[in-house]
């Protein structure tokens, strides 16, 4: 079973992708907030969209393992607060939960009660708060076996290169005692 050529995304037909929103992921649309790109030239919208590529998207171009100078932001330090940021708001619980349309304010709640008692107005915001709660719990448990499980992987991945570096180191030690 032979599959056809894939399609390709429509990001990726557009001149300037990471200045629209519709053309970044949900989570993200929030930090593409630029309101004069209209005012910009081509060569402006070309730098900017550059660097919400980096910045927002944390995607830099490489050439095999290594970063290529086109890059704006250069240096190991600035690359891996970008990659913190970049994780940080994909498992910020706000972004999450905005973006799974699972964000319930108060004030929604309320306006949404039809009860003129105050009473009764009072136990329906109570229990909007309980449900926010529970989402929020929900939330967190994921966000938190998923962390366990990152750190995991690390720690995996770090054994392994403590295994491979001294298997070399004994095996180049065993060719100098021969």
Not at 50 to 67: Q, S
């Amino acid at each position: 079973m032979s599959r056809g050529k894939r399609k390709k995304p429509e990001r990726s037909k557009k001149k300037y992708p990471n200045l629209k929103k519709q053309y970044n992921t949900k989570k993200r649309q929030d930090y593409i907030d630029q309101d004069y790109i209209d005012k910009l030239s081509d060569e402006e919208k070309a730098w900017l969209d550059k660097f919400n590529e980096e910045y927002v998207n944390a995607k830099f171009e490489k050439k095999g393992e290594r970063y290529t100078k086109n890059n704006l932001h250069k240096g190991k330090k600035k690359r891996t607060d970008i990659y913190k940021d970049n994780y940080s708001r994909q498992n910020c619980l706000y972004n999450v939960a905005k973006t799974t349309k699972r964000l319930v304010s108060i004030e929604t709640i309320y306006n949404k009660t039809e009860n003129t008692d105050v009473e009764d107005a009072l136990i329906d915001v109570i229990d909007a708060k309980n449900y926010v709660n529970k989402l929020n719990r929900d939330s967190l448990t994921k966000l938190a076996k998923s962390e366990r499980k990152h750190n995991q992987m690390a720690k995996l991945r770090k054994n392994a290169n403590k295994t491979s570096n001294n298997t070399s180191k004994s095996s180049k030690n065993k060719k100098k005692s021969k």
